[in-house]
T-cell receptor, first 117, second 113 residues
Framework: GAVVSQHPSWVICKSGTSVKIECRSL??????MFWYRQFPKQSLMLMAT?????????EQGVEKDKFLINHASLTLSTLTVTSAHPEDSSFYIC?????????????FGSGTQLSVL | LAKTTQPISMDSYEGQEVNITCSHN???????ITWYQQFPSQGPRFIIQ???TKVTNEVASLFIPADRKSSTLSLPRVSLSDTAVYYC??????????????FGTGTRLKVLA
């Protein structure tokens, strides 16, 4: 299957700092990428839909000024957690949509564990 | 709201066949059904995808009845390493026209020795 690379795998930061997470589709172009967050023992929660060259669409309750999403190319989307606080500690996962033969599949990155001290 | 409903958890023994059923009553005409496996602290991994009838690959089979309102993931002869959370996923178009994927609870499969 297609490969989605997410970096870093884990990050520890101090409260008030910003953290950037990268998501790359390695062998296909992704006009649409999705960002999720996941708490322990819970399902993935969609945060936002990222479209190449346009503004991201955020889910209700997700602060767009807190979670900045940039999708400047067909293979890269970034999520920046600004002024991080301990309650932002979570597992963040990106996914990219791959269209093949008029059929689409979602492929996921390996996730980023964010710990805010 | 998620478009899918699955059992929260299942237990099985090594070597048995496991069937996990997912309900998606409001699936759209052009939606595919995709199943993923997730281990702790990892992203979901694609298992199988189908539109109707039966699909089989090297790790699983997917059965979809004619009305497509449900689907069943079949894992033959599970091993301890199949202990994971399994999600079925169907796309959803919101009122603004944005197509996105909302996860349901998933099924936590525990394989026992």
């Amino acid at each position: 299957g297609a490969v989605v690379s997410q970096h870093p795998s884990w990050v520890i930061c101090k409260s008030g700092t910003s953290v950037k997470i990268e998501c790359r589709s390695l062998d296909f172009q992704a006009t649409t990428m999705f960002w999720y967050r996941q708490f322990p023992k819970q399902s993935l929660m969609l945060m936002a839909t990222s479209n190449e060259g346009s503004k991201a669409t955020y889910e209700q309750g997700v602060e767009k000024d807190k979670f900045l999403i940039n999708h400047a190319s067909l293979t890269l989307s970034t999520l920046t957690v600004t002024s991080a606080h301990p309650e932002d500690s979570s597992f963040y996962i990106c996914s990219a949509r791959d269209w093949t033969a008029n059929n689409e599949k979602l492929f996921f990155g390996s996730g980023t564990q964010l710990s805010v001290l | 709201l998620a478009k899918t409903t699955q059992p929260i958890s299942m237990d099985s023994y090594e070597g048995q066949e496991v069937n996990i059923t997912c309900s998606h009553n409001n699936i759209a005409t052009n939606d595919y059904i995709t199943w993923y496996q997730q281990f702790p602290s990892q992203g979901p991994r694609f298992i199988i995808q189908g539109y109707k009838t039966k699909v089989t690959n090297e790790v699983a089979s997917l059965f979809i009845p004619a009305d497509r309102k449900s689907s069943t993931l079949s894992l033959p002869r599970v091993s301890l390493s199949d202990t994971a959370v399994y999600y079925c996923l169907v796309g959803d178009k919101d009122p603004s026209g944005t197509y996105k994927y909302i996860f349901g609870t998933g099924t936590r499969l525990k394989v026992l020795a």
